[in-house]
């Protein structure tokens, strides 16, 4: 069973040595559907261990992966959320970018805490099913299905959603409210096809890709706690994730909301391969041709 990113692949980087941090996040406190999320990062570590480190366009392993203990709290949701910034603050003070993996997508709230205070204003760029933009959910404001309304509401932060097909009346009028969250649903993206020019020319140039892997459709990954049809297939992701970083400096990310189902190994795979695509958007890919 793999204990870090790629292990059997290559060695655990040391901290101040790693390009990219890898934080397993087990956090589950409030799904809503189908659970198993807690089992998620202990899911994509085991997958990588069969993925190749030549991803199609270079070998992101090559700029050094560390991957650290988990971040787990020792009381609820937001004693977690500490040790997740925790640990995405001490990637930082290493020189290294934070990659999460959770856990239910609460996780992500933890992680913009942390580059928050290092790097100020950032943009969110969202894959999703859901807008996560409920005030609350439940009675609890630190939902998963909230996680975005804190990101905008908390920390000020613009957000860009991609591929969201499921929202409350809530979330549809704080949308038309709120000028700093922008997106294109999955219904537009099926009918237009990915525009040329995927971000506004105003969003910030520093950005954080949260990926919720129920953006994906359940053909890509079905193992997901509340998947939902219509959703966004892998190449389409790909060439997503490429031009929403094109030109733009990829501080952080997060893969979340794995929940892993026996006998379903390509959710699994598919979830780590995403990971690892996503961290070579968080290094310099040129460095590594």
């Not at 990588?48 to 203990?69: F, M, V």
């Not at 809530?170 to 949308?175: D, L, Q, T």
Request: proline letters at 6%; hydrophobic letters at 40%.
């Amino acid at each position: 069973m793999g204990k870090y990113f790629l292990e059997g692949e290559i060695p655990n980087c040391a901290p101040d040595k790693a390009a990219v941090h890898v934080i397993p996040a087990p956090l589950e406190t409030s799904v809503s559907y189908g659970g198993g999320t807690a089992d998620g990062p202990k899911a994509i570590l085991e997958a990588s261990t069969q993925l190749e480190l030549w991803n199609g366009r270079s070998c992101p392993a090559k700029a050094g992966i560390h991957t650290s203990d988990p971040a787990v709290g020792a009381g609820g949701t937001e004693d977690s959320l500490r040790a997740i910034e925790k640990s995405v603050a001490f990637a930082l003070e290493c020189g290294a970018v934070p990659f999460v993996i959770g856990g239910e997508h609460t996780v992500t709230l933890g992680a913009l805490r942390a580059l928050k205070k290092q790097h100020g204003t950032f943009g969110i760029v969202q894959f999703d099913a859901h807008a996560d933009l409920r005030s609350s959910y439940e009675g609890d404001p630190l939902s998963h299905a909230c996680v975005m309304r804190r990101a905008v509401e908390d920390l000020g932060l613009p957000v860009f959603q991609l591929g969201v097909r499921a929202l409350c009346i809530e979330e549809v009028e704080f949308r038309k409210e709120t000028p700093s969250v922008h997106g294109i649903d999955a219904r537009e993206l099926y009918l237009c096809g990915i525009p040329e020019l995927l971000l506004p020319e105003v969003f910030p140039e520093k950005i954080y890709i949260s990926f919720d892997v129920d953006g994906l459709d359940p053909s890509v990954i079905r193992a997901t706690g509340t998947p939902v049809p219509g959703g966004i297939i892998w190449h389409d992701a790909l060439t997503l994730i490429e031009k929403a970083a094109k030109g733009r400096t990829v501080i952080g990310a997060d893969v979340v909301e794995l929940a892993p189902q026996v006998g379903d190994h390509a959710s699994d795979f598919a979830a780590a391969q995403l990971a690892y695509e996503l961290i070579g958007y968080c290094v310099d890919l040129q460095a590594l041709d």
